[in-house]
Structures are given as C-alpha cells and as structure tokens.
C-alpha cells in the first residue's frame, strides 16, 4: 500500500469515525428535500466518475484539475445546504421543543470546522 493510499480516507471509515449523535429523534432536515439531494448526489458521483474516466485516457492535467474543482465545488455546496437544513430543522426544533441546544449548536459547529479543514 502506497502512502497516498494508507492517507485515503474511504466513505465508510468517514463515517466509522465521525462523532456519535442523536439520530433516533425523528425526521432529519432534509428529509423533505431528500429526492432533491439523492438526485444532486448521483450528479456529483457522476463528475467523479468523468474524473476516472479523464485520467484513464491521459487528459490534461490542467482540464482535470478544473474538473476536480468543480467536484469540489459541488459537494461544498450540498455541505453547505445540508447544514442549513440542519440548523434550521435540528436545532431549531431542539430550542423550540426544550432539546439540549448547546449540544446541538456544538454538533453543528464541529461539521462546521470539519468543512472548513476541507
């Protein structure tokens, strides 16, 4: 295993390793937007793969890297509508209905910072 291999973090270990939360309270945020991000995500898994694709036939490095930003962009985008959802779900619901807020303000500043190292 190479070094850049050894230092790929994989979807699932993302989500082995993200911090415990309270999911057993209901409906997520999102869930009324739910076909409209499935739908968002299987546009970006698809830039992904034009990605495969670009370097298996030897584009430019340059036209692959301005594809990757695109890449990027998109899921930062998603991230950021998510959270907005979030707050205005999650932790709206936890401040109205006498939830724990500041854990809730904690989880969503963690996410947060997590975006923001990316």
């Known amino acids: 295993m190479t070094t850049t291999e050894a230092n790929q973090v994989t979807p699932q270990a993302a989500v082995d390793s993200a911090e415990p939360a309270d999911h057993a309270h209901g409906v997520h945020g999102y869930h009324k937007q739910k076909d409209e991000h499935l739908k968002r995500l299987r546009r970006i898994e698809g830039q992904i793969r034009g990605l ?17 930003s695109a890449s990027t962009k998109a899921l930062q985008s998603f991230a950021l509508q998510l959270l907005e959802e979030h707050l205005r779900h999650c932790v709206a619901d936890a401040a109205a209905h006498g939830g724990d807020l500041d854990a809730k303000v904690e ?12």
């Open 52 to 68: 495969q694709r670009m370097v298996d036939e030897d584009v430019y490095c340059i036209d692959i890297l301005t594809q990757v």
């Open 107 to 118: 989880e969503a500043t963690k996410a947060i910072g997590r975006m923001l190292r990316t």
